[in-house]
Structure formats: C-alpha cells, structure tokens
Antibody, heavy 120, light 108 residues
Framework: EVQLLESGGGLVQPGGSLRLSCAAS????????MNWVRQSPGKGLEWVSS????????FYADSVRGRFAISRDNSENKVYLQMNGLRAVDTAVYYC?????????????WGQGTLVTVSS | EIVLTQSPATLSLSPGERATLSCRAS??????LAWYQQKPGQAPRLLIY???NRATGIPARFSGSGSGTDFTLTISTLEPEDFAVYYC??????????FGPGTRVDIK
C-alpha cells in the first residue's frame, strides 16, 4: 500500500523559511516523479513543483520559482520542499503526491497534507 | 499557461440522480485531462485520467468524455459518498500543470 506522510509545516513569519518533508513507502520510490501541490484555505488546488526519479529534473510554478527548491533522497525514500522568502499568499496545505506511472502530471496517491501558515 | 474553467460552480442534486460536470480549456489539451474528487478535510483522489480512463478502484458510475477543449465528468447515479468537490487538471502543456477551480456537488 502506498503511503505518503508529510511533515514540517507550521507558523512562520513573512520572509522566513520552512522545509517540508514527505516520507514515502509501498512503492519503488526512485522510479516515480514526485509532486508538491498546495491548497490555500477554502480555495482550489495549485501545482507547486515536481522532481524526476533521479532528482536531476526539477520543475516549478512561476509563483514559487527562485524561492522554493524541491529535492529527494532516494536512499531514504523522501522528497523535500525547501521554502524560502515565504509570503502570506504561500499559506496553504501542502500535499505530497506520487505520479501515476509514467504519466507526469497526474497524481494517483496523496499524503494527508501539512499546513503552512505565513503570518506575523 | 492553459486555463481550465469548470461549470457549474455548484451542482445541487439528490442521491440517485445523474451529475454532469463540465471542464473547458483555454486551448487544446489533446487527451491529457484528469478529474479528481476531494471531500472536506481530505486529500484529492484521482478519478479519471487521459479523459476517460478510470483510476484504480474507481467505480464504474464515474465516466469521462471529451476532446480538445471540452470535457465532461459524468456520475451516472449519485451515491451519498459522491457529494464532494471535483477538479479537472491538464498535463498537456507544462509546466505548469493546471487545475480548474472546481465544481461542488452538494445535496439538494
């Protein structure tokens, strides 16, 4: 059974940093593109970032490019999202999600999410 | 960036009725369109990918259709557990992968 468990969320001041982690199990982690998707309170879904299986290919939404960095550790089956220069608009639940097979973009397994609140 | 619009914003129906949800893209997404279901306090769940393929474990009452810029998610007979928000998403032209704003299906 696929399991994804996010951690690292919390309250941070504007301009601050947080590092989100997602621990994966139940599948061959290194062979899948992994994604971060966020959802602001009461709002819709927004794709944030994706990383290829080897970690060499990374992709970002324009809204976070240059501030966020995605990475992975295939030896520990974890994916990370380093978030710097946080803004109030970054307040959201951040979901880690596994790609459906080789169909980059579709997410067939999701974690429960971790809440990031950016506020002074 | 491909913009997805969904209609209606809210659909009020009774259990047993048929639900028809629409997703329109600002340009062709070919067949690279998915649908997700999200219930309050839960993560999204993939229902349909590549327009009409049901994801693992998704009941047959969920079906998808369309091509190019216009797509439909149909729930043939609403069950009580189907009342939720539904999002469409494209992977045709990325980054970014974009989602529609969602359609809420609530109990009439």
């Amino acid at each position: 059974e696929v399991q994804l468990l996010e951690s690292g969320g919390g309250l941070v001041q504007p301009g601050g940093s947080l590092r989100l982690s997602c621990a994966a199990s139940g599948f061959t982690f290194s062979t899948y593109v992994m994604n971060w998707v966020r959802q602001s309170p009461g709002k819709g879904l927004e794709w944030v970032s994706s990383i290829g299986g080897s970690g060499g290919d990374t992709f970002y939404a324009d809204s976070v490019r240059g501030r966020f960095a995605i990475s992975r550790d295939n030896s520990e089956n974890k994916v990370y999202l380093q978030m710097n220069g946080l803004r109030a608009v970054d307040t959201a639940v951040y979901y880690c999600a596994k790609t459906l097979g080789s169909l980059t973009g579709y997410s067939d397994s999701w974690g429960q999410g971790t809440l990031v609140t950016v506020s002074s | 960036e491909i913009v997805l619009t969904q209609s209606p914003a809210t659909l009020s129906l009774s259990p047993g009725e048929r639900a028809t949800l629409s997703c329109r893209a600002s340009q062709s997404v070919n067949s690279y369109l998915a649908w997700y279901q999200q219930k309050p306090g839960q993560a999204p769940r993939l229902l349909i990918y590549d327009v009409s393929n049901r994801a693992t474990g998704i009941p047959a009452r969920f079906s998808g259709s369309g091509s190019g810029t216009d797509f439909t998610l149909t729930i043939s007979t609403l069950e009580p557990e189907d009342f939720a928000v539904y999002y469409c998403q494209q992977r045709s032209d990325w980054p970014p992968f974009t989602f529609g704003p969602g359609t809420r299906v609530d109990i009439k």
